[in-house]
């Protein structure tokens, strides 16, 4: 990586994407597929993925989507207040479930089905520790008594810390961090914790959502938070640490369902991602940690081998257009109208 105008990376993996289901499975699938070897696809369905059956028909689905390139999805398991443990090791033995996700109840888009309390999926999570399979946690609290840009770092200290405490060998992956209170935590801690970072949470802090008038295409759960914390994170994932690597946790919605009276949270940011994370690397003068933040972190800290293909990007004019079709509709892109610096170019 020693051209300033051109970078050569070990394909990168996404370790958080949400993926939809029917025709926008089959709309935004490639935008992940073209740029990513492998992803990590939330379970957040209506109904949710809760079993070994549920989670197969929708990895096929998914590889129908990505017809004609070598994409490769990582299903991961729903946890309810009952979900079962004999499910949850039948699934990993399988192959199946690489991960189960931890989303509180009502935290964010179809969580509705989510645990109301940890307690009551113990078992699963002692079944999970001994098997190695890790626990994806969206960490916030849905305590109404607590502001929503407090909801992280409340988490953490009601419910991360206990986590430890009672299941120090499970491996622990704390999603689209988007404080300090999150990124020191999590350098703190041992080696089987580890967080993923989104692209918008590096370049943009509250004020976007609303500069200007109120901007939907910019509100995502967890919701990005004061300039600080933006900083923060940023300083994690240049850092080099290898608890901090991708996860874009791009999530489409059509342009009505976010331009509504109670519009949906989610950012779509996977059509320029790597271009995105590109940009804030090339910002922080840290273009040489890049690959490992993309495409080394993620994959060692799952226990998967590094990917052996390279991709390129050019320093070269990537405009982003403001809206792309899908699926009878039209989604809005992360950068909508912006220019990128960094253009991804295909494979090396």
Known sequence: MT??????????DDWHVHLRDGAMLDAVTAYTARQFRRAIVMPNLTPPITTVAA?????????????G?????????????????A????????GIFTAAKLYPANATTNSAHGVTDVRNIRAALETMQRIGM??????EVTDPDVDIFDREKVFIDRVFTTLLRDFPALKMVFEHITTRDAAEFV???????????????????????????????????????????????RRAAVSGSPKFFLGTDSAPHAVERKESGCGCAGIFNAPYAIESYAAVFDEEGALDRLEAFASEHGARFYGLPLNEDRIVLERSPAPV????????TRLVPFH??????????GPA
């Not at 051209?3 to 990168?12: A, E, M, V």
């Not at 890790?134 to 960490?139: A, R, S, Y």
């Not at 802090?205 to 914390?229: M, Q």
């Open 134 to 139: 890790p626990l994806l946690i969206h960490g």
């Open 321 to 328: 257009p403001d809206s792309l079709p899908a699926a009878d």
């Open 87 to 94: 499910e949850i090791e039948a699934g990993h033995a399988a």
């Open 69 to 85: 390139t070598a994409f490769t999805p990582l299903m991961t398991l729903y946890l309810t207040d009952d979900a079962d443990p």
């Open 55 to 67: 989670a197969q028909a929708y990895r096929d689905r998914i590889r129908a989507a990505a017809a």
């Open 336 to 345: 909508a109208g912006e220019t990128l610096a960094w253009r991804y170019v």
């Open 187 to 233: 350098a703190a801690t041992g080696p089987n914790v580890a967080a993923t970072i989104t692209p918008q949470h590096l370049h943009i802090n509250r004020n976007a959502i609303f500069a200007g008038g109120l901007r939907p295409h910019f509100y995502c759960l967890p919701v990005a938070k004061r300039e600080e914390h933006r900083l923060a994170v």
């Open 3 to 12: 051209d300033p105008k051109r970078l050569i990376l070990r394909r990168p």
